[in-house]
């Protein structure tokens, strides 16, 4: 299980606009944090809490049907070892 706040928390501010786009082109630093907490191996449950619908509605989106690899959490793990 995670837990973390999906935006104002640790996971959005470790994930620049650079890494952002490393995880998930397009989306915007709160969902590609998540996205990338979701793929981690043995990680079932993440627990967020959000300001309003909106916000859930992002997080959804950002979960349905994706999840990185396990090359790609490599690149993001090297990537924030770097920072």
Do not use: F
């Not at 928390?9 to 994930?15: F, I, Q, R, S």
């Not at 890494?19 to 907490?37: E, K, R």
């Not at 989106?61 to 999840?67: Q, T």
């Amino acid at each position: 299980m995670a837990s973390a706040p999906l935006s104002g928390g640790e996971p959005t501010d470790l994930v620049g606009p650079e890494l952002a786009y490393l995880i998930a082109p397009g989306q915007s630093q709160a969902p590609s944090a998540l996205l990338a907490v979701a793929s981690v191996p043995g990680i079932t449950t993440v627990l967020l809490s959000t300001s309003g619908a909106p916000d859930w509605d992002e997080a959804q989106a950002a979960l349905v049907g994706l999840s990185l690899t396990a090359a790609q959490l490599r690149d993001v793990t090297d990537a924030l070892s770097t920072t």
